[in-house]
């Protein structure tokens, strides 16, 4: 048990040093934050949100980028197809079924950010492909 607790306090802090990596939270950040500031605080949600907003522009010309090629459109739409739009959540078994809705919800957050005249040019080549 002794050998357990030897080094228990670095591998918390190194499980919290990847956490808020992932998380992409500033752990020097948070040490100097004052809760009881609220100036500091919407400053920080309008960064945020600033960033939000540059990382989703970006994602949306990388897909527009995507779409302008019949592979890519052929790509985007293999992944829609994977997230199974069409196809209902529901399962007895909770899990299964929120498993299901994360796919499709992913799913409807791409067909949300496609640019629609591609859209229907990438479903009129899949209809064409499925025809011949």
Same mark, same amino acid.
């Given at each position: 048990?002794?050998?357990?607790? =030897?080094?228990?306090? @670095? =591998?918390?802090?190194?499980?919290?040093?990847?956490?808020?990596?992932? +998380?992409?939270?500033?752990?020097?950040?948070?040490?100097?934050?004052?809760?009881?500031? /609220?100036?500091?605080?919407? %400053?920080?949600? @309008? %960064?945020? %949100? #600033?960033?939000? @907003?540059? &990382?989703?522009?970006?994602?949306?010309?990388?897909?527009? +980028?995507?779409?302008?090629?019949? $592979?890519?459109?052929?790509?985007?739409?293999?992944?829609? $197809?994977?997230?199974?739009?069409?196809?209902?959540? #529901?399962?007895?078994?909770? /899990?299964?079924?929120? #498993?299901? %809705?994360?796919? =499709?919800?992913?799913?409807?957050?791409?067909?949300?950010?496609?640019?629609? $005249?591609?859209?229907?040019?990438?479903? &009129?080549?899949?209809?064409? &492909?499925?025809?011949?």
């Amino acid at each position: 048990m002794d050998g357990f607790w =030897r080094g228990y306090g @670095e =591998r918390l802090r190194l499980f919290f040093v990847r956490v808020s990596r992932f +998380a992409h939270v500033n752990i020097c950040r948070m040490k100097k934050r004052d809760p009881f500031d /609220l100036q500091a605080l919407a %400053e920080t949600r @309008e %960064e945020i %949100e #600033f960033q939000r @907003e540059q &990382r989703m522009a970006r994602f949306r010309d990388q897909v527009k +980028a995507a779409m302008s090629t019949k $592979d890519g459109r052929e790509m985007i739409f293999s992944i829609l $197809d994977l997230c199974q739009l069409q196809v209902s959540s #529901f399962n007895t078994n909770a /899990l299964s079924m929120a #498993f299901a %809705e994360g796919r =499709r919800s992913v799913g409807l957050d791409l067909q949300g950010s496609l640019d629609p $005249d591609l859209y229907l040019l990438m479903l &009129r080549e899949q209809h064409d &492909r499925r025809k011949h």
